[in-house]
């Protein structure tokens, strides 16, 4: 990218340091470092039209199931977050999840009856690989990644294809483990739950005020306190709101409480992935290859070594959701539609915040964007529109994000 | 190519004991940070650079001037370790060195900032400025330390307009950028910083602001050593002067040996009446 610079601007520094300004906060949100405001805006505008649109949305059974359904996007989109923040793109993720749940499936088959603890980890292993192949085709003949995934994308689907046909059950093999149905299907007890959010919520509440005491005992000022104070409270508020829902009784038939089993992984990869980007020399670097790779080369980063650790921390991503996306269909298909759930990976990421540009995004924002598609899926389902209506609905959301993103852009360069 | 007149090897080489023909493991008292003797720089059949010899002392600020395709920017990628001459020796602080790779420089001590400036946009002053070196405690970022010695280093260097550290670079103004450039070369603790152009994008203002960060440089003990166009800011902030015409280096000495008609003259033939003759090739 060229910096060009006009002789027209002023010699003061444009005020967007300080966070106390609200007109500082403002142009923050306009130069695309707004944090979660507007999708959480957008969230809860979707969440209001469906409730009111059917009444039903905000039972406890249909907020439980939406966060179950929503899973396979966040966890894909969060997949994607790592190769978008270096400016490249997976588009064989879909079917790379395909494979690697359709590995556990069959190794934990009657065909084969592997432990779980084999057959989970190795199908984390192919993903992994087929995330390493990838990139080291993208690193070694220099090609885009959009190509080499688009070749592995119809390779992927092929070798998926193969191995389920291979088992001669009709094209489809059912999940024949109690550990792999679980991931999903599972719920912690009650009290489980309570514990595990109360715990969740107040680590993060400790952590978050640690950092603003370091930082203000180290004399460097920092966050007004009644930030963090707000940020908590909403997070206490959420929580126990979470635990209401999942506590509650969702099933007509039979006694079904607690929290699935999905969301703690959930949270898990989120917090992990997190730590990586934020609090690591890896994570920085990775913003700093995407931001400017030539930069980040000149100031001594091994740009392809860090690299190919986004595409395998992709594929364990893409592993893990893969994992949970055959248990929550209790079997893999050969009808999974690979495709469609890539593009809404990418979308779910985008959506949420992530740029498609390189250099800007959290994992936040996959999780975020995928509650933002899986609430248009459940909602649109729910009042009863058909899939053509939900695919242009999504579409328009799509849009309106890339949009956005593409004026953050605009907005964060003209300033200079 | 061969208008060019042949030079004598007119500058005297480093004060020390005998150095023809050393391996260069002994030091010696020096007179200058780097001095470059008879470097050479082949493209093939294309002479970029031929019989360099350039003296850059500590503290002061040396500007090296010419007009485009002169070798300028072969001379400074010389000195950086993008490439290694073709043949000459470089001393630093009168030891023979050899710059093969940019690492090289760095741990030297010489740090460039090229036009581009090198900076990403999407992080902050703080993480561009550690970029490649970051503080970690525990394998953790220990982001605290890294903006103290960042507000440090820029309150130092008397860079004042920048509001909060933890800005990003993406919307900083164009001389802002060249003074985080800087300070990064700085606190990186760099005995020479070479500047390529620092000036040619900036207004007025930001203009003034940069070469006196330059002066605040070299009045830290810095070697400064500034590539430009515009003979005005060369004559306001250099202390010495070095032109180059061709791939070779037809003057060097100190900023009051020249005035801007010299230095024209210099630049466009090579040779000038007015310039005291043990500096200037002029035969």
Redesign the interface.
């Known amino acids: ?18 966070s106390t300004n609200l007109l500082a906060q403002v142009k923050r949100i306009w ?1 695309g ?1 707004s944090g979660l405001l507007p999708i959480l805006i957008g969230l809860a505008a979707l969440v209001i039209f469906f409730e009111v649109r059917t009444s039903v949305f905000l039972q406890p059974e249909n907020i439980t199931n939406l966060f179950v359904q929503s899973t396979i996007f966040i966890l894909l989109g969060m997949a994607e977050i790592w190769l978008l923040l270096l400016g490249d793109i997976d588009l064989s993720l879909g079917y790379a999840t395909g494979l690697g749940g359709a590995v556990a499936v069959i190794l934990v088959s009657n065909n084969y009856r592997w432990p779980w603890y084999l057959a989970l980890p190795l199908a984390l292993i192919v993903t992994i690989s087929s995330s390493a192949l990838s990139a080291f085709i993208v690193i070694r003949f220099r090609l885009p990644s959009f190509i080499v995934t688009l070749a592995m994308f119809l390779g992927l689907e092929g070798v998926m294809l193969y191995i389920i046909n291979a088992q001669g059950t009709g094209g489809s093999v059912s999940v024949q483990n109690n550990i792999l149905y679980n991931l999903v299907n599972g719920n912690l007890t009650p009290l489980a739950t309570w514990i595990f959010v109360v715990a969740a919520a107040v680590l993060t509440s400790f952590l978050m005020l640690r950092a603003d005491q ?2 203000r005992k ?1 004399g ?1 000022g920092g966050r007004p306190m009644w930030i963090t104070i707000t940020k908590i409270a909403l997070l206490g508020i959420s929580s126990l709101l979470l635990i209401l829902v999942f506590n509650a009784n969702r099933s007509t038939f039979a006694h079904v409480v607690g929290m699935p089993f999905a969301i703690p992984i959930d949270l898990f990869v989120l917090a992990v992935s997190t730590f990586i980007l934020a ?3 890896a994570g ?1 670097y990775l ?2 290859i ?3 790779t ?3 080369r ?4 091994n740009v392809n070594r860090y690299r190919r650790m986004a595409f395998m921390l992709s594929g364990l991503t893409t592993g893990i959701a893969g994992l949970l996306y055959v248990s929550r269909l209790v079997g893999i298909s050969t009808g999974i539609e690979g495709g469609t759930y890539v593009l809404y990976a990418v979308a779910a990421a985008v959506i949420g915040g992530a740029s498609l540009y390189g ?2 995004g959290k994992m936040i924002h996959a999780v975020l964007g995928g509650l933002v598609i899986g609430t248009i899926d459940n909602g649109m389902s729910l009042i009863n529109l058909n899939a053509a209506t939900q695919l242009i609905a999504t579409a328009i959301v799509l849009l309106a994000a890339v949009i956005v993103d593409s004026l953050a852009r605009r907005g ?2 003209t ?2 | 190519m061969s208008s060019a007149p042949e030079l004598p090897n007119v500058s005297t080489p480093p004060t020390g004991p005998s150095i023809a023909g050393n391996s260069g493991a002994e030091v010696f008292d020096f007179e200058h940070l780097l001095s470059m003797r008879d470097i050479a720089k082949n493209f093939g059949a294309v002479q970029a650079l031929r019989h360099v010899d350039i003296d850059i002392p500590a503290g002061q600020v040396t500007a090296l001037i010419g007009d485009n395709g002169a070798g300028k920017s072969t001379l400074i990628k010389t000195i950086s370790g993008i490439w290694a001459p073709s043949a000459g020796q470089i001393f630093w602080k009168g030891k023979e060195v050899h710059i093969h790779t ?2 090289a420089a ?1 741990d030297l001590g010489i740090a460039t900032v090229y036009q ?8 902050d002053i703080v ?1 561009n400025m550690y ?4 503080i ?1 405690r525990f ?3 220990d982001e ?1 330390q890294m ?2 010695t960042t507000l440090k280093v820029l309150s130092d260097l008397s860079v004042s ?8 670079v ?8 060249q003074a985080v450039a800087v300070a990064r070369a700085v606190m990186r603790d760099s005995e020479l910083v070479i500047l390529d152009e620092p000036t040619a ?6 203009t003034k ?1 940069v070469l006196a960060l330059i002066r605040t440089l070299a009045a830290r003990g810095i070697a400064v050593l500034v590539i430009s166009h515009n003979l005005n800011e060369v004559f306001s902030v250099a202390d010495r002067i070095a032109v180059m015409r061709l791939g070779t280096l037809v003057s060097q000495g100190p900023v009051a040996n020249y005035d801007t008609s010299s230095a024209v003259e210099l630049i466009t033939t090579g040779e000038s009446d007015r310039v005291p003759s043990t500096f200037s090739s002029a035969q």
Not at chain 1, 1 to 9: A, V
Not at chain 2, 201 to 206: E, F, K, N, R, T
């Open positions: 990218m060229t910096t060009s610079q006009t002789d027209i601007e002023s010699p003061d520094a444009p005020d967007v340091g300080s130069q470092d370091t930082r180290s460097l609090k690591t020399k920085r913003y700093a995407g931001g400017n030539e930069a980040a000149r100031a001594g980063i250099g800007r964060s360069t300033t200079r | 940019p690492h760095t581009d400036l090198a900076l990403c946009d999407n992080l993480q970029l490649g070196m970051e970690t394998g953790i970022l605290i903006e103290l307009t920048v509001s909060s550290v933890r800005q990003l993406g919307s900083l103004s164009g001389g802002q950028r994008a900036l207004g007025v203002s930001q602001q």
